[in-house]
């Protein structure tokens, strides 16, 4: 026999839901909280016609629609099915403090490189993921990840000018290309696919 769920929190029935949204492409910077709504519960019933209202009003591009999620304020993963007032009634979303988060990827946060040594066959080439969600690191271009690289003692300084890029199919890659359009080659997505750092030593 079904329940009803019991408000325990004072909020219930509360007709506005927080919502603060995280883009991976903004980094660090200032989060915007956002109070949505929700008095017809019919039309925003749970987190799926939420979100389905915020890509309608254009407050996010559609085309995110595949690399979005929700999460409660302390980072719990939740379902879009969860009923709004379900979560109202929790205490969640009710304040800006315990705002839902809608993650949204817009930017991937790593990148695989595979270190290859041309001199050296027997040695292990290892496969690393670089960050580039760090705070303070910047990575707009692949120059930038190889001064990271340097600059965290991953390879000695005296290689910095024996190194350079390759795909996975072996197409050199300049350090000037943008670590963003790396990505949209395919190139560097996974551990399976890896951005080769040729290193001639």
């Known amino acids: 026999m079904a329940t009803t769920p019991v408000c325990t929190s004072g909020h219930c029935g509360s007709t506005e ?3 603060t949204y995280h883009q991976a492409s903004r980094g660090h910077k200032q989060v915007t909280a956002q109070l949505i709504d929700v008095s017809d519960a019919a039309r925003l019933f749970d987190l799926e016609d939420v979100l389905d209202h915020v890509f309608s009003q254009g407050f996010v591009d559609p085309k995110w629609r595949s690399v ?8 719990a993963h939740l379902k879009a099915s969860s009923s709004v007032q379900d979560l109202l009634a929790r205490g969640v979303g009710v304040t ?11 930017l991937p946060t790593a990148l695989w490189v595979r270190y290859e040594y041309v001199h050296c066959s027997h040695r292990h080439g290892a496969t690393q993921r670089i960050r580039l969600d760090l705070p303070h ?8 990840v190889t001064n990271h690289i340097f600059a965290q003692g991953y390879l000695p300084s005296r290689a910095r000018s024996l190194v350079s890029w390759k795909g996975a199919c072996g197409k050199h890659i300049d350090e000037s290309a943008r670590v963003e359009d ?10 399976e696919k890896p951005l080769r750092l040729v290193v001639d030593l």
């Open 137 to 144: 690191l910047k990575c707009e271009r692949l120059a930038h």
């Open 17 to 19: 839901l927080w919502i």
């Open 68 to 75: 979005v999620w929700w999460e409660e304020c302390t980072t």
């Open 96 to 106: 800006p403090e315990t705002a839902l988060r809608l993650i949204i990827t817009d």
């Open 182 to 191: 790396v990505l949209a080659w395919g190139e560097g997505t996974c551990e």
